[in-house]
């Protein structure tokens, strides 16, 4: 029976895509549907076909997957953010480590790499753990104010102030926004006639330290928001709050944050600890959403450098310096590379307040620095440490980093099939890996973070 779009069929879901869709097979033909599980029996609809596969949506569970758990968000959902919140949590662990583990080997070629991982590093308590919010503000159909999250794969704004893996003050602010914005008759943005002031509320939240940032992105200037010091005085009660600021964007872009920020009131950062390293965090710094698992990933990377205080150790793609200075607690030398100039200027104050005069941070390429620096100096690392975006690293990188020959790389990867790819020419080129640590950083997303140590070695990967 050949398929046609719209035709409702009753479907076993299989298996999970990467990006958490169910998919299931009718008559050999597989379908993928979003918010299922393996295991379910579903009715769905189907939406789009192509030549060897199709789209189908959720009509209705039929017979529920027994690793199915009712999403405690009542927007999960219609919502583009928890993508797996239907999956119990154990099964989401399961999940990310059998992605990191089915990219190894597929894209790397690890056939054995189950016995370097180790169990999945997850949450005690996987809810509110974000220290950090973006909040579009826009209107819904009935013209009222409103702030949440795009839907799925859309610019709708989902209403919701109670999101449940952000922190939970978050909602109490949002309150507070809407209700001054009301009051003043202050607009909210309208991103398709480009009109309206409000476009998001960006919030970040020191969950050691407990200070507290609100920033409104205005499609204008400051003084656009009329009687901002009754929002001022809402804000501040706010026990924690520490730093209001207004950031202007008047770009016709997704990009939430333009470049110039205005502090309102308190401080212009906010600061935070990941273990016993502090940070100084502005509206445009990088730093990782989760701190506790954070300090995890950092503790596993720093425990697979295996620094004993003499060794010389690279860090590529350092950002603010986050994991630099969790290195050098432990290292003779620390040299980070970041091609972002405020990251590096952040860095290189976060080394200061921390009073870490064992680090020096470079900007540029690190496919560019890092070669430069080795031809001038010589100085050969004893460890490498690589966190590269979901792109992965550079080719020339990759063969500057086996050329300098490090005892070990510890690589920390966002992304399991560029981690894989990189992996695979590492051990071309004389290294092996050791051991693989699978953290469970975004709970509920289908994301996952992982840190795999590499050692010098002859070693050479089993064909596919």
Request: aromatic share 8%; with cysteine; net charge neutral.
């Amino acid at each position: 029976m050949e398929l046609k779009k719209n035709q409702e069929i009753l479907l076993t879901i299989e298996d999970f895509t990467k990006e958490g869709e169910g998919l299931g097979k009718y008559q050999g033909f597989p379908l993928f549907v979003k918010d299922t599980v393996i295991g379910d029996v579903a009715k769905v609809s189907v939406t789009k076909l192509k030549k060897n596969y199709g789209y189908a949506r959720l009509v209705e569970i039929i017979e529920p997957s027994p690793d199915r758990v009712i999403p405690p968000c009542p927007v999960a959902r219609q919502c583009g953010g928890c993508k797996i919140q239907q999956l119990s949590y154990e099964k989401q662990k399961e999940f990310k480590w059998n992605q990191v583990a089915n990219c190894m080997k597929r894209i790397g070629g690890f056939a054995d790499i189950e016995s370097k991982m180790e169990p999945v590093y997850g949450m005690e308590e996987p809810w509110h753990y974000r220290n950090k919010a973006q909040f579009p503000i826009g209107k819904d159909k009935e013209g009222n104010l409103v702030a949440g999250f795009y839907a799925g794969r859309t610019h709708s704004i989902v209403p919701n102030t109670n999101c449940l893996i952000q922190a939970k003050v978050n909602q109490q602010i949002l309150e507070t926004v809407l209700s001054y914005m009301k009051a003043n008759h202050i607009s909210s943005y309208d991103e398709t006639s480009h009109t309206g002031l409000v476009r998001h509320v960006l919030t970040r939240v020191g969950f050691t330290t407990g200070e507290i940032m609100v920033c409104l992105i205005l499609n204008g200037k400051k003084e656009q928001l009329k009687n901002v010091s009754a929002l001022i005085n809402e804000l501040k009660t706010i026990p924690g709050m520490t730093s209001i600021i207004v950031n202007t964007n008047k770009e016709k872009t997704n990009k939430i944050l333009g470049p110039v920020c205005q502090t309102l009131w308190g401080k212009d950062y906010i600061e935070d600890y990941i273990g016993n390293v502090r940070y100084q965090i502005g509206p445009l710094s990088f730093f990782q959403v989760n701190p506790s698992q954070t300090k995890v990933l950092y503790s596993k990377a720093l425990e697979y450098a295996d620094l004993k205080g003499q060794e010389v150790v690279w860090d590529l793609y350092c950002g603010i310096g986050t994991i630099s200075l969790f290195l050098a607690q432990k290292a003779k030398q620390v040299y980070g590379v970041e091609i972002i100039k405020e990251a590096i200027d952040d860095a290189r104050n976060n080394a200061r307040i921390n009073e870490m005069d064992n680090v020096t941070f470079y900007v540029g390429k690190a496919e560019e620095i890092v070669p430069a620096q080795y031809e001038k100096t010589g100085i050969r690392p004893d460890v490498i440490v690589v966190d590269p975006p979901r792109k992965g690293c550079e080719a020339s990188l990759l063969h500057t980093m086996t050329q300098m020959q490090p005892e070990r790389i510890v690589y920390v990867s966002c992304d399991p099939g560029t981690l894989a790819r990189d992996c695979k020419i590492l051990c071309e080129e004389g290294y092996e890996i050791k051991k693989v640590a699978v953290v469970d950083q975004f709970s509920h997303s289908v994301h996952v973070e992982s840190v795999v140590l590499l050692s010098k070695s002859s070693f050479t990967i089993n064909e596919k």
